[in-house]
């Protein structure tokens, strides 16, 4: 049995849960789970959980027994839910013009991850122009599917493109970066046209930075008028964006209208897929 090694927890209560059915959206992604908690009409936030877990197997991905850990460690099959939402964010995708997409994703999911065959291939369609093709581990999938039977389960990529070519917030926006624990995100329009997405592995400020003005200079944009704008659990005065801010004049921070009232606990920029989620199943 794999051993359950936490490195770092948070668990953050912002209402009384009242006795009604509720909604849960988690974000399973590298070595972390968070989780948020609504109400069914997804009007009040409850509370927002996080466990960091040290890895000791090889693999990037959650276990199945680390899930179980961390839905008993807050407690949260006491309750009833009216939604359950579990996005998995893993590099382990690819996108395809929907157009194009003739039945044969696994197969190119597979070529394009450079694997002989996988075993099962997940699409999200986005926009419904882009189908994003993942696949993710197999006895994961099934922990969640058992334990939730009803629960919505999609890629975080496909939550975060779908929410930067949708939200009004974020219309005036280039550039998206959405920094995880482990990984980063980064996204480019033009004209709320998807031109670019991609995962990075990160460890220190400088390999965030190494990315982002990369993507930047390959798709030959001007860094004294591209618009970007972040999301992460990050504080705003971390060193991180005073290096981003060096290079790119125009830099703003995510705002989320689920937190009315942010602290020093959690900013508005924080937690964007968790708190978000909900605006892309209207």
Known sequence: MQAIEVKNKQDVHLQ???KESLNLYLLIEGHSISTSIFNAAN?????????TFGHTKIGNE?????????????ELLKHTYNHV???????LFTLIPHSYDGGNSKELLAFNLGLKEIKTAHTDLINNTISFVYTTDFELLSFIEKTFSASKINHAGATSIDLFL????????????NIHSSVLELII???????FYNIFKWDSNEDVLYFLLFTI??????QATARLII???IATSNELFTLIKKYIKSVSFISSKAITKPSDQMPNHYYFNILNRHLCEL
């Open 16 to 18: 009384s849960f009242q």
């Open 231 to 233: 999301a992460g659990n």
């Open 43 to 51: 009007s009040v936030l409850f509370s927002i959980h996080t466990l």
């Open 62 to 74: 959650i276990s199945s027994a680390e899930l179980a850990y961390f839905l008993n460690e807050f």
């Open 189 to 195: 329009k033009k004209d709320n046209d998807l031109l």
């Open 217 to 222: 200079e390959q798709f030959q944009l001007n």
């Open 166 to 177: 949708r939200l009004q917030t974020l219309k005036n926006s280039d550039v998206f970066l």
């Open 85 to 91: 939402s579990v996005q998995l964010l893993n590099r």
